[in-house]
T-cell receptor
Framework: LAKTTQPISMDSYEGQEVNITCSHN???????ITWYQQFPSQGPRFIIQ???TKVTNEVASLFIPADRKSSTLSLPRVSLSDTAVYYC??????????????FGGGTRLMVKP | ETGVTQTPRHLVMGMTNKKSLKCEQH?????MYWYKQSAKKPLELMFV???????ENNSVPSRFSPECPNSSHLFLHLHTLQPEDSALYLC???????????FGDGTRLSIL
């Protein structure tokens, strides 16, 4: 079971770039890395998913080193509305469906004015 | 709008009541999930359905009973709940078990 470790909380200021790193030392060959964002009293929202190297979409980038034992979610120029909890999940959804769906404690990001 | 709709948004019930939570998705997804989120705790996976077959059940008490009549609908039947069952219950769906999930905004359940 690929366990993930993230910082409990982070603080930032508006306009800054925020990088949140997730450790997953026992990631398996077929595992994907997926990040979600959750606001209070709402369900998590998908941000980005990757397997290796770098993935970029309109809201974030995901950096994955060659050994895939960690990954970094990068949020460019954060705003107050990016204050939320960010979750990193690792799994392949096949060999163990629950593996892909295990949310840890996440990282609580606070963006200040 | 995520494409996953949960009803009701809020529910208050006594321990002896029977109620059901409903989840509906019209995204054409083949997998659906129930999660429980208690205050200051991580999301806990409860049930997973893929192509209307249950594929995961994380030792959930029998007072929670899921039902997946078709790929678009998922129910969670509640019976004789305990105060510790008060939580936010989230439904999600995905195209396959490996694809990203789309979550509803949950049902806030309070047990008196």
């Amino acid at each position: 079971l690929a366990k993930t470790t993230q910082p409990i909380s982070m603080d930032s200021y508006e306009g800054q770039e925020v990088n949140i790193t997730c450790s997953h030392n026992n990631i398996a060959t077929n595992d994907y890395i997926t990040w979600y964002q959750q606001f209070p009293s709402q369900g998590p929202r998908f941000i980005i998913q990757g397997y290796k190297t770098k993935v970029t979409n309109e809201v974030a980038s995901l950096f994955i080193p060659a050994d895939r034992k960690s990954s970094t979610l990068s949020l460019p120029r954060v705003s107050l509305s990016d204050t939320a909890v960010y979750y990193c999940l690792v799994g392949d959804g096949q060999s163990n469906a629950g593996n892909m769906l295990t949310f840890g404690g996440g990282t609580r990001l606070m963006v200040k004015p | 709008e995520t494409g996953v709709t949960q009803t009701p948004r809020h529910l208050v019930m006594g321990m002896t009541n029977k109620k059901s939570l409903k989840c509906e998705q019209h995204l054409g997804h083949n997998a659906m999930y129930w999660y429980k989120q208690s205050a200051k705790k991580p999301l806990e996976l409860m049930f997973v359905y893929s192509l209307e077959e249950r594929v995961e059940n994380n030792s959930v008490p029998s007072r929670f009973s899921p039902e997946c009549p078709n790929s678009s609908h998922l129910f969670l039947h509640l019976h004789t709940l305990q105060p510790e069952d008060s939580a936010l219950y989230l439904c999600a769906s995905s195209q396959t078990l490996v694809q990203p999930q789309h979550f509803g905004d949950g049902t806030r359940l309070s047990i008196l």
